[in-house]
């Protein structure tokens, strides 16, 4: 089973800065790595499939980077609805696909 | 647009079998995949299985032994059955869209407590 990384556990910023979240990857999953955002309550929400591609009705201002095993979620000029937790997700090797532990993205 | 929502029981007893179904609008079940994946109060996501458009089935190797996934295209709805529960298989569960991987749309989830 490949295992994914996420850090920081905790990432404290204000709105308008930029945040960047990192996943790694135990093994390559190439560009198969998807990230969800989750509100408390609330499903989680595709931002990013493939590595880097938006989901539908995405803002600009969410992108995704990286292959192999290391990957990045960037947020540029952060809102006020943009704090909430972070996953990244593996589809490169199944089953099971596996998703990171989570990174929360808190105001400061 | 496809939309969609779990039902079923909020409260199982140990060792009976959990049932959810998820029931899709706004779209034909037919042509896409599905999946179930849950949450532990508080921890993270886990991926349960996945049933295709051919109408096989795919399953989590930690759960195999317990999980059913099915299909009933005449109700536009699709289910789960996990057998033998525990209290660690105590939830929220969702039902989501895959495709090519990604879990594109997601139920607003249902809360499953394994108690007696």
């Known amino acids: 089973e490949i295992v994914l990384t996420q850090s920081p556990a905790t990432l404290s910023l204000s709105p308008g800065e930029r945040a960047t979240l990192s996943c790694r990857a135990s093994q390559s999953v190439s560009s198969h790595l998807a990230w969800y955002q989750q509100k408390p309550g609330q499903a989680p929400r595709l931002l990013i499939y493939d590595a880097s591609n938006r989901a539908t009705g995405i803002p600009a201002r969410f992108s995704g980077s990286g292959s192999g095993t290391d990957f990045t979620l960037t947020i540029n000029s952060l809102e006020p609805e943009d704090f909430a937790v972070y996953y990244c997700q593996q589809h490169s090797s199944w089953p099971p696909y596996s998703f990171g532990q989570g990174t929360k993205l808190e105001i400061k | 647009q496809v939309q969609l929502q779990e039902s079923g029981p909020g409260l199982v007893k140990p060792s009976e079998t959990l049932s959810l179904t998820c029931t899709v609008s706004g779209g034909s079940i037919s042509s896409y995949s599905w999946s179930w994946i849950r949450q532990p109060p508080g921890k993270h996501l886990e991926w349960v299985g996945n049933v295709y458009n051919s109408g096989s089935t795919e399953y989590n190797p930690s759960l195999k032994s317990r999980v059913t996934i099915s299909v009933d295209t005449s109700k536009n709805q699709f289910s789960l059955k996990l057998s033998s529960v525990t209290a660690a298989d105590t939830a929220v569960y969702y039902c989501?869209?895959?495709?090519?991987?990604?879990?594109?749309?997601w139920g607003q989830g249902t809360m499953v407590t394994v108690s007696s």
């Open positions: 989501a869209n895959v495709t090519r991987g990604a879990f594109h749309i």
